[in-house]
């Protein structure tokens, strides 16, 4: 990154603070827009981070949903042994409801 490299520059700085200061968007534009600057390329790998959302929302999701069942078996003072057969249950319906595909 380059520094202010003459009075112009320092003028220029100066200006865009005052525009700053009076909240004069229009100014704040022109005054950046004069220095002939480019903005720098963002690159993003893609790649590396396309699942991340798939993979956090269906395991907050498996959480969520082995949790209620939990909680309606004991809210309901069911037998423990209901709590592997529901949750097996929720295991297929949660492999289900995510799009289970068999190839």
């Not at 200006?15 to 903005?39: F, I, P, Q, R, W």
């Amino acid at each position: 990154m380059t520094g202010l490299t003459g009075e112009s520059d320092i003028n220029r700085q100066k200006l865009v603070n005052e525009s700053y200061k009076m909240k004069d968007v229009d100014l704040s534009k022109a005054t950046h827009d004069a220095c002939g600057c480019v903005a720098a390329e963002e690159k993003h790998k893609i790649s590396q981070g396309q699942f991340i959302k798939s993979i956090i929302y269906g395991g907050l999701d498996g959480i969520i949903s082995t949790f209620v069942v939990i909680c309606s078996i004991e809210g309901g003072s069911f037998n423990p042994a209901y709590a592997l057969v529901l949750g097996f249950s929720n295991l297929v319906g949660d492999g289900i409801s995510m799009g289970w595909e068999i190839t």
